[in-house]
């Protein structure tokens, strides 16, 4: 093994050993416990043939034979060689090598099971890490990926890893004692198997290649069929389902031919090998018997140990490579969470928030990269107050709620929660006291109640709550037509409910929460007028009891509020309250005029 191989290794090994901690050693004990049994069992033949020899009498051997100490030693205890004790001598060993093997064997699937919950709650508490600026810029598809099938391929990478440690170790036990039977032959064992590994490295080097890059084309192709998922009525209604199922079908050849590459190399693997060790067992029994005098037995017990090194040598091969063969997914996945491990944020330290009662922004300028989005924005909340941001498409109205809820970070200025800094404040306890309604409702696949409780206990003091939202958010005869009322499930992205019901349950969803600020990001967009009036009469009736900020197209949505910003370009245009700010900007007045005010109408400004 080269130095690099080497630290390799232990760079897995300490990958494995950060999950698993003394469990490994365990695991190795056990398999060490197995090939030791095994070996002691073994070398019991060596008295039984002699035994045999010389007629029920043991004579021990003439000649070199390292063995013999572990003779004697029964005899210090007492235990009489004679035919009968040592054929139990042997069934003992074998009945306890028995006993370690099923030890052995339920371990690993511990060891493995712990491996991968381990892992996989580590992946989960990192992803809950991720800030937002960056899981824009990722793409879902990796995540996505790494999520699923990768870190089950790095699972099957601990296994082939495990396997392969553990048989080496066996190797190890069968080398020993060949070495303690016979010298000579535990030399050839070692040359035999640097030979083998010489030849099998170039096959090594090239697995762990293709895996690698099998690795990144299942990224992109759980980035693409995400994506057709996602986009799936637009596909579908324009016909473009089939051109883009063949950019799929495209990537699915690619991995299956890395797959089969593999499977090739693993075919050579596995068909020479015996042939190989057949090769270097016949070179041996030839160098034993032509130059070296060795006693019958010691040749015999040396072959066997030999032997069964040497099986375990193939076994180990075999692990190791498929390890190699699921390296790719190892190395992707360390990568993966030390991109995450960079980019995530403790959401849950700083100072706790109780509630919401004031956000102000000082000088807050940012952008995604050195182009400024917002610049120098000056604003403050007061709380029960409702500002609303109004501006044309692009101007930077989303990206500053964005900023407010702490979803991204300033590049410049800060943001005050209730008077404090907010990269001081815990930023978990202040989202939780922020409602989002947004363009595009967010619905689970799941029931009304669950979508509406967050997975609330259904008790009748939660179903009571349940009602009264559904109630305020216009949902009282949507839900008397459901069959199976609060149970009723709402299909994958809500396909089973219409576009102003998503946004109903929403609301409902926000309502339930209890929040302190509600931001409405063009909240009434896919409500008819009739809902659209009940909507805006439950934030008037609210209006001084909640904090919203509103992004609203619609104009009409915004006459009452406190303060209007207008934003263009990134910048506060101008302020002020829906008359004033009539008197004070141009823009703001030809949007007034351009929506025909004073009739709810449903024109957006763009
Ligand atoms: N993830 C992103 N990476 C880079 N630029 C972005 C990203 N998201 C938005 N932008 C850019 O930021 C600018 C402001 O976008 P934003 O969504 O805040 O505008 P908006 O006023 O809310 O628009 P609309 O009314 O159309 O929703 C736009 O020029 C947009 O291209």
């Given at each position: 093994m080269k130095f690099s191989k080497l630290t390799g290794f232990l760079d897995d090994f300490r990958f494995f050993f950060f999950y698993?901690?003394?469990?490994i050693f365990i695991a190795l004990l056990l398999s060490f416990s197995v090939g030791l049994l095994d070996g002691l069992g073994l070398a019991m033949f060596l008295p039984l043939l002699q035994l045999v020899e010389s007629g029920g009498q043991y004579q021990p051997a003439e000649g070199e034979n390292n063995l013999d100490f572990y003779v004697t030693m029964f005899e210090f205890l007492g235990i009489s060689l004679n035919l009968t004790n040592v054929l139990l001598m042997i069934l003992f060993f074998f009945s306890l090598k028995g006993a370690f093997r099923f030890l052995e064997s339920y371990y690993t699937v511990v060891l493995n099971m712990t491996f991968t919950e381990n892992v996989r709650i580590e992946a989960i508490e990192y992803i809950s890490t991720i800030n937002y600026k960056y899981f824009n810029q990722i793409d879902a598809g990796k995540i996505q990926n790494t999520l699923s099938s990768e870190i089950d391929r790095v699972r099957l990478a601990f296994q082939s890893y495990a396997s392969a440690s553990q048989t080496l170790l066996t190797v190890m036990v069968y080398a020993g004692l060949a070495?303690?039977?016979?010298?000579?032959?535990?030399?050839?064992?070692?040359i035999g198997g640097l030979f083998s590994n010489l030849v099998y490295n170039s096959l090594?080097?090239?697995?762990?290649?293709?895996?690698?890059?099998?690795?990144?084309i299942n990224h992109s192709f759980h980035s693409v069929m995400m994506q057709?998922?996602?986009?799936?009525?637009?596909?579908?209604?324009?016909?473009?389902v089939a051109p883009y199922s063949k950019k799929l079908k495209y990537i699915v050849h690619e991995v299956s031919d890395g797959f089969k590459k593999i499977g090739f190399l693993n075919s050579i693997l596995t068909a020479t090998r015996e042939p190989l060790s057949i090769a270097v067992v016949v070179v041996v029994i030839l160098v034993?018997?032509?130059?070296?005098?060795a006693d019958l037995g010691s040749i015999i017990l040396s072959l066997l140990f030999f032997y069964r090194s040497l099986n375990q040598l193939i076994i180990f091969q075999n692990h190791w490579n498929t390890f190699y063969g699921y390296s790719g997914s190892l190395i992707g996945y360390k990568e993966f969470i030390a991109e995450i491990k960079a980019n995530g944020i403790d959401y849950n330290k700083g100072k706790d928030v109780q509630s919401i009662d004031t956000v102000e922004l000082k000088n807050a300028s940012f952008g995604y990269d050195q182009t400024l989005l917002l610049n120098d924005i000056n604003l403050k909340i007061e709380k029960n107050s409702t500002i609303a941001l109004v501006g044309q498409s692009g101007?930077?109205?989303?990206?500053?709620?964005?900023?407010?809820?702490?979803?991204?970070?300033?590049?410049?200025?800060s943001i005050l929660v209730n008077g404090h800094p907010l990269n001081e404040t815990n930023i978990q306890q202040f989202q939780s006291h922020i409602g989002y309604i947004t363009q595009e409702p967010v619905i689970f696949n799941d029931t009304l109640f669950n979508n509406i409780t967050f997975w609330d206990e259904k008790n009748s003091e939660n179903l009571n709550n349940f009602m009264n939202c559904i109630k305020k958010a216009s949902l009282g005869d949507f839900f008397d037509s459901l069959e199976l009322s609060e149970d009723a499930p709402l299909g994958n992205n809500?396909?089973?409910?219409?576009?102003?019901?998503?946004?109903?349950?929403?609301?409902?969803?926000?309502?339930?929460?209890?929040?302190?600020?509600?931001?409405l990001d063009e909240a009434t967009s896919a409500l008819d007028s009739a809902t659209e009036r009940d909507i805006q009469s439950y934030f008037e009736e609210n209006k001084g009891n909640l904090t919203f900020v509103i992004i609203a197209h619609r104009l009409s949505t915004i006459k009452n509020a406190d303060k209007i910003y207008l934003l263009k370009k990134g910048r506060i245009e101008a302020s002020g309250s829906f008359s004033e700010l009539q008197q004070l900007s141009e823009e703001f007045r030809k949007m007034v005029e351009l929506q025909d005010f004073g009739k709810v109408d449903t024109e957006e400004v763009r």
């Open positions: 698993l901690k003394s469990k070495f303690l039977t016979n010298p000579q032959f535990a030399l050839l064992v070692v090594y080097k090239r697995t762990k290649e293709i895996s690698k890059g099998i690795t990144s057709q998922i996602h986009n799936f009525k637009y596909l579908r209604a324009t016909g473009k034993q018997t032509t130059y070296f005098l101007s930077g109205k989303t990206t500053l709620t964005n900023i407010i809820t702490g979803l991204l970070p300033l590049q410049k200025g809500g396909v089973m409910v219409s576009g102003g019901q998503k946004q109903r349950i929403a609301i409902a969803r926000e309502l339930y929460k209890k929040v302190d600020l509600m931001i």
